[in-house]
């Protein structure tokens, strides 16, 4: 008996073991589905986030390219058009705010490659070799003309065709010309007058990548100082300093949001609230770099163990808010009062941090609160000088804690931050 009892107690200990690592397995598991879970909602967010983005766009394209097709088959005679439509989608996908541009710099790529490609065959018929000085040929006679990259690449492209073609197809040359001549008026009076895009609401789509970084890499700055958590914060540095993708979309929408404006009667009402975004952009770009060295500094803060004061925090937060208030005044086309009262909060809370005690890191992030904030002022349609007025202002005449009356000759308390 004793024996048998022996052996069973060990049999079970190992099931409850077993037990114990199946519940430890299970929430594992369980978490990792979780995970899982929310990443594929995050991915089918940004996916169906992009469609819309590129909705506009899509319908645009394929609009520019039927008509194209008709321009030149029924109205010029093409019986096989086939460069209208590549010329039209071409101008209207490859350089969104710079369609005019592209549209005189295909045609003109288009009768380098003709010229080229043309006059070579004559002298020197056609073959594999032939088609390799012809590429060279038309990509060194752009580039010493001074072509941008848009009229090398369709130069060369144009004589490729030519080469290839010309035995086969009659009367190839002026045909590629004229396509590509209609295919891109076709693609700027769809963009103008046929289905010109709402700029403002293609501006707020775009800028939003921008303006939801900042504020978050800036909450996270926040919420890493209160805890003192160094990774947390180098882990906003890092993201922060990736902007460029947010920055040359927004960058780019501005372009085409100009553009819009600039060539579509519908749009020309909308002119000066385009101006006032585009003139948000440059400021936009400082408050991004003033704020990576508000973060890097936050991360030095945290190295040499400076004293937090519990208002540095809440200044870093108020930005972030700040940021998000611009967005979203930005886009029910309001006068941002609200950002700029958040901004102006960002800086008297930064006061009360410098008042209470910083070390040379907290002083410099101290600092970066009153420039950031100047330059989301900026954004928000005040002057540089006005800001930087009302950033001093609220940032206010703060004395430490303790300082003595008079001068003291061994030490000096330093100014206060300056404004960018």
Same mark, same amino acid.
């Given at each position: 008996?004793?024996?048998? *009892?022996?052996? *069973?107690f060990p049999l079970l200990r190992r099931n409850r073991? *077993?037990?114990?690592? @199946?519940?430890?397995? +299970?929430?594992?598991?369980?978490?990792t589905v979780a995970q899982l879970h929310r990443q594929s909602k995050a991915t089918l967010h940004d996916r169906l986030h992009r469609v819309r983005m590129a909705l506009g766009l899509a319908v645009q394209a394929g609009l520019a390219a039927g008509l194209s097709w008709v321009a030149a088959h029924d109205l010029l005679g093409n019986p096989q058009p086939v460069f209208a439509p590549i010329s039209a989608v071409g101008t209207l996908a490859v350089s969104v705010g710079q369609r005019f541009r592209r549209t005189v710099e295909l045609i003109v790529g288009v009768a380098v490659g003709v010229a080229i490609g043309d006059? %070579?065959? #004559?002298f020197l018929g056609t073959g594999p070799w032939q088609l390799g000085l012809v590429v060279t040929a038309a990509i060194l006679l752009t580039i010493f003309a001074g072509g941008s990259v848009a009229i090398v690449i369709q130069a060369a492209a144009t004589a490729v065709l030519i080469v290839t073609l010309s035995p086969s197809v009659a009367n190839l040359e002026p045909t590629r010309f004229i396509d590509a001549a209609v295919g891109g008026t076709i693609a700027l009076l769809v963009t103008a007058v046929l289905l010109p895009l709402n700029p403002l609401r293609v501006l707020n789509r775009a800028a939003r990548p921008a303006l939801d970084l900042l504020a978050e890499q800036l909450d996270a700055t926040a919420d890493g100082l209160r805890e003192r958590?160094?990774?947390r914060i180098q882990?906003?540095?890092d993201r922060l300093r990736d902007n460029k993708q947010e920055l040359a979309t927004l960058t780019e929408a501005i372009e085409g949001a100009k553009e819009t404006a600039l060539l579509s009667p519908a749009r020309w009402h909308r002119r000066s609230e %385009? +101006? #006032?975004?585009?003139? !948000?952009?440059?400021?936009i770009d400082r !408050?991004?770099?003033? @704020?990576? +060295?508000l973060i890097r500094r936050a991360v030095t803060l945290i190295e040499d163990d400076e004293p937090v004061p519990e208002p540095m925090p809440h200044a870093i937060a108020h930005l972030a808010e700040s940021v998000r208030l611009l967005k979203r005044e930005f886009a029910q086309g309001e006068e941002p009062e609200q950002a700029r009262e958040r901004s102006l909060r960002a800086v008297s809370e930064a006061g009360r941090a410098y008042a209470e005690g910083v070390g040379f890191s907290g002083s410099v992030v101290v600092a970066q609160v009153r420039t950031t904030a100047s330059d989301l002022m900026v954004a928000s349609g005040i002057s540089q000088e006005e800001a930087n007025r009302l950033v001093r202002q609220s940032f206010g005449e703060t004395e430490r804690p303790g300082a003595p009356a008079g001068p003291e000759p061994t030490a000096k308390r330093p100014a206060a931050p300056p404004v960018g």
């Open positions: 008996m004793a024996v048998a *009892r022996d052996r *069973r073991v *077993r037990e114990s690592l @199946s519940d430890v397995d +299970t929430a594992r598991i369980a978490e006059l %070579l065959i #004559h958590n160094q990774e882990a906003a540095l %385009l +101006t #006032h975004y585009a003139d !948000a952009a440059d400021p !408050a991004m770099r003033n @704020s990576g +060295t």
